[in-house]
Structures are given as C-alpha cells and as structure tokens.
C-alpha cells in the first residue's frame, strides 16, 4: 500500500517570485526538517546508490517516521529538492529585486564578498548535482526544477520589461537564462573536487556569457 503525500503545489519555485518579507515560525522548522531531509538522503544516495537506499533509512537519519518522511515529501527521490533549490531560490528573489541600470551578473551577486561565502557552503550541493548525472530518478527532479524556474524566470522578465510571460522574447530569454544557469550549475560540480576548480560564481559569469553570444549573427 502506498502512502506517500501527492506531491505539493504550488511549487517553491513557482511562489518565489511572489513572496514577501518573513515566513512565520512554523513555515521555517517545516523547511529547516526538510533541509535536514535533503541532507539525509543526498549522503545516503552517495554511500548506498538511490536503488540502494529506503525511505526508511532516509526516515531514520532524520529522526522521523518513514510515515512523516511521507508528509513531506512524495517520493525518496524528492527528498533532494529543498537542496537543490536553495540557489535557484536565491537567484530568482535577486531577479526580483534587480536594480535598474545594473547587469544580469551584478543583479545576480557574482563579483560579491557574499557569493564567496555560498561557495564555501556548497559543496553538498555539488555532490548532489553530480548524483543527478547517473542517478534517472534524481536527474528527473533536477530537470523539473528547472522546467519551474524557467517560469519564474519569465515572470520576473516580463514585468521588468512591461510585458506578457507569454511573450515569445521573454520565454526564449527566459529559457536561455535558465539552461545557461543549469548548465553552469553542472559543470561547476563536475570539476569542484578537482586541485584549483573555478568558484561557482566564475563558472556562472563564464556561461552567461556564452549564452550572449551562443547564436550566430
């Protein structure tokens, strides 16, 4: 008998770019567990191999029921969501707060002392999106991820530019944005172990910058 929750709408994604100010208390243990979650199960899935590892196991690490485990989320391949959106997370809410006369690279922090400091945290994440490479269940939740973010990202350039998210411009900068964005994210993983790897933050610029000029005239 399956008794794994429906998957939760709206996605984080989706109201990101609509939220405003503090989360109440509750709101912020309920994603701190789910953090903690994510954490679990991306060290368990790196050990013992997606297949390998049970919800139960996943439940344990956690201090919680394979019954609560349900409740937050739908799947065990889902449990490695909260992790992989914390930087689309941070990305979409310094869209919205872009400047007007800034670029795309100083709206997103990349050339800041705070973006040094998210590098140094990274490196669960960096190993998770390395899982998704080889693991078709958690490659699955990354892609949708970023099906959602482009969304967001649309959003968020249709009322910079006074315009519908429907607009054909904005969904193929919208997308663009998004592929190079995920696209950065992966290589930065996939290098990070590796003696003088490039921040994040530096692979990011680099990829946005090719998705400039990716085109031809």
């Given at each position: 008998m399956d008794h794994r929750a429906p998957a939760a709408t709206p996605s984080a994604l989706r109201t990101a770019s609509r939220r405003t100010g503090r989360?109440?208390?509750?709101?912020?243990?309920?994603?701190?567990?789910?953090?903690?979650?994510?954490?679990?199960?991306?060290?368990l899935f790196a050990a013992q191999g997606v297949a390998g590892t049970?919800?139960?196991e996943i439940a344990a690490a956690a201090g919680l029921s394979t019954r609560t485990l349900w409740r937050y989320f739908p799947s065990k391949e889902e449990c490695v969501r909260p992790l992989l959106l914390t930087g689309l997370e941070d990305i979409i809410e310094r869209l919205r707060a872009w400047p007007p006369g800034a670029t795309l690279t100083?709206?997103?922090?990349?050339?800041?002392?705070?973006?040094?400091?998210?590098?140094?945290?990274?490196?669960?994440?960096?190993?998770l999106v390395r899982l998704t490479a080889g693991e078709p269940g958690l490659r699955a939740v990354w892609l949708q991820i970023h099906s959602e973010a482009a969304d967001g990202f649309a959003a968020?350039?249709?009322?910079?530019?006074?315009?519908?998210?429907?607009?054909?411009?904005?969904?193929?900068?919208?997308?663009?944005?998004?592929?190079?964005?995920r696209i950065a994210v992966?290589?930065?993983?996939?290098?990070?172990?590796?003696?003088g790897a490039?921040?994040?933050?530096?692979?990011?610029?680099?990829?946005?910058?090719h998705a400039a000029t990716a085109l031809p005239g």
């Open positions: 989360p109440p208390l509750t709101e912020r243990r309920k994603a701190a567990t789910r953090l903690d979650i994510s954490r679990q199960a991306v060290r049970s919800a139960d100083e709206a997103l922090g990349l050339d800041d002392d705070e973006a040094s400091e998210r590098d140094r945290d990274s490196a669960e994440v960096a190993q968020i350039l249709a009322e910079r530019e006074g315009r519908d998210a429907a607009d054909l411009a904005v969904r193929v900068r919208a997308g663009t944005l998004n592929v190079a964005l992966e290589e930065w993983a996939r290098r990070a172990d590796a003696p490039p921040p994040l933050r530096e692979v990011m610029r680099a990829a946005l910058g």
